[in-house]
């Protein structure tokens, strides 16, 4: 199904709100998980830091990187919608965000992604998918207990 115009308009506001204005920017210092990834064929690079809670949810998260508005953009938006989940809904959530932008599967919980099922658009696009997963990746990464891993973002 094509996307309208409209939607096209939509997914460009919102892309270069949160890139030019992105949320949840800087650092967390602490007792925080902390992951690294980078997109090397677009430049794209995000350090992730997440602080959970003692029942195990995401009591706090923080990003900083460069690189393409896609990449930034999705960042911004991941951070704002994994805020106060618990893990387990975090990696649903990484699920469902993946079936978005590959377009393969279906998503289960379109609420929890609201916006960020804009990024759909980029399923046309194998490189642009990398760029909007790049985020999600470090987001796995910090779930499983990372402290940091400069290496795994080079893997594909
Ligand atoms: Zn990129």
């Known amino acids: 199904m094509p996307i309208s115009d409209d939607l096209r308009d939509l997914y460009q506001q919102v892309i270069l ?3 030019r204005h992105p949320r949840n920017y ?5 007792d925080c998980a902390h992951a690294h990834g980078d997109n090397p ?3 794209d690079e995000v350090d992730l830091w997440v602080r959970f809670s003692p029942d195990g949810s995401i009591e706090d998260i923080k990003f900083s990187g460069q ?10 938006m991941m951070t704002v919608k994994v805020k106060g989940v618990t893990k387990e809904k975090a990696a649903a959530m990484i699920e469902d965000f993946r079936h978005v932008v590959t377009g ?4 289960r919980d379109e609420d929890a992604l609201g916006e960020l099922q804009l990024l759909e658009g980029v399923q046309k696009f194998p490189q642009r998918v990398k760029c909007a997963m790049l985020a999600w ?7 499983a207990g990372a ?7 080079r893997r594909v």
């Open 137 to 143: 990746r470090a987001l796995e990464q910090a779930l």
């Open 17 to 19: 709100d949160h890139s």
């Open 26 to 30: 800087g650092e967390l210092a602490g």
């Open 104 to 107: 393969e599967g279906a998503v």
């Open 147 to 153: 402290r940091v891993n400069p290496e795994w973002g």
């Open 41 to 43: 064929s677009c430049g």
């Open 67 to 76: 690189g393409c508005a896609i990449s930034q953009a999705s960042a911004s």
